[in-house]
């Protein structure tokens, strides 16, 4: 099996973002399975006993010795949130089932509810919601304490959803992560509540007692905003990442956020050194309308249409790394 490191360092990493909220364990073993065969070496999933078996299904189905991530977040950090619909609010105008990607909205005795397993916290229901009947939850579990079950596991990487002002809290939590996993470890960022010399300061903070490469930064331009696949969607990771080119943290660089077909075109336009990319929404979306199906690994052509999606997502990301 070819490292993960070996992967990072050759700058050919191509991650799929199952979603660290996402527990629709159907939908996981489909995602694993095609974009593995599709080249895709790396899959970054929820931190949870049955969504990890099931990626490792897909995996199997394809034949595959793909790296593994398990995502834990902090409190409120909207990767590991979830909708929550008020009924005594809804009035009933049924818009948020239209948006909702993950098809997680769902009508039942005349009332929108949403499946908690399959709702990744993107919340664009909450953002078209006329009647303020939607919110936001987290059932709160300490990073460390979510990473206990999974330390005897088989995977290859543990990553922490970081985004928050309380950077005592963010550094209080990274290191007891890295007392329990001695593996590679990877950091997901945005830029939504800190400013730059900030963040660059709390990164070397982190990092201090990190041997140099033994950490991913995985560089959240703008969370699950990969919907569409134009430059300016994958403008703001392309500007974090040369932020940290800047800087010369020894870290691997993977592009996030709003990534799409066009990540790396730009990355390379613009002379921003990264060592791969993480694609999340724009990469489940452009297989969805074929995996929808609960046949859908007896239908031979429903997989090859599949396949042949996810590849060329695969060979546009690698001409420009």
């Not at 360092?9 to 996402?22: D, H, M, P, R, S």
């Amino acid at each position: 099996m070819e490292t993960l490191k070996h992967i990072l360092e050759n700058k050919k990493c191509l991650k799929l973002i199952c979603g660290a909220g996402n527990e629709n364990i159907k939908e996981i073993e489909k995602l694993v399975y095609v974009y593995a065969m599709a080249g895709f070496n790396f899959f970054d999933i929820c931190a949870k006993k049955d969504v990890l078996i099931a990626a490792e299904n897909g995996l199997k189905r394809a034949d595959s010795q793909a790296n593994i991530c398990v995502s834990i977040g902090l409190q409120n950090d909207v990767h590991v949130s979830k909708a929550v619909i008020n009924n005594q609010k809804c009035i009933n105008c049924n818009i948020c089932l239209s948006v909702c990607p993950q098809n997680a909205i769902y009508i039942e005795d005349n009332k929108c509810s949403v499946d908690e397993k399959k709702c990744i916290g993107c919340f664009k229901c909450l953002d078209v919601c006329q009647n303020s009947a939607i919110i936001t939850e987290h059932k709160y579990k300490a990073p460390h304490t979510m990473l206990l079950p999974l330390i005897s596991e088989k995977i290859d990487c543990v990553e922490f959803h970081c985004t928050s002002d309380k950077t005592n809290e963010i550094i209080d939590n990274w290191y007891k992560i890295r007392s329990l996993y001695k593996g590679l470890l990877s950091i997901c960022l945005d830029r939504s509540k800190l400013g730059d010399d900030y963040i660059i300061y709390m990164l070397k903070e982190m990092l201090k007692k990190s041997e140099p490469y033994s950490v991913i930064l995985q560089v959240d331009g703008k969370p699950m905003s990969g919907g569409e696949n134009n430059y300016n969607s994958t403008l703001q990771t392309v500007a974090f990442a040369k932020l940290i080119n800047d800087a010369k943290l020894p870290v691997y660089i993977l592009l996030s956020g709003g990534t799409n077909s066009l990540s790396t075109k730009l990355a390379k336009e613009c002379e921003v050194n990264v060592n791969g990319v993480a694609i999340g929404s724009y990469a489940r979306k452009i297989v969805k309308d074929y995996i929808q199906y609960d046949n859908f690994f007896e239908n031979d052509l429903l997989k090859k249409k599949a396949i042949a999606v996810a590849k060329e997502l695969a060979q546009d990301l690698l001409k420009y790394l």
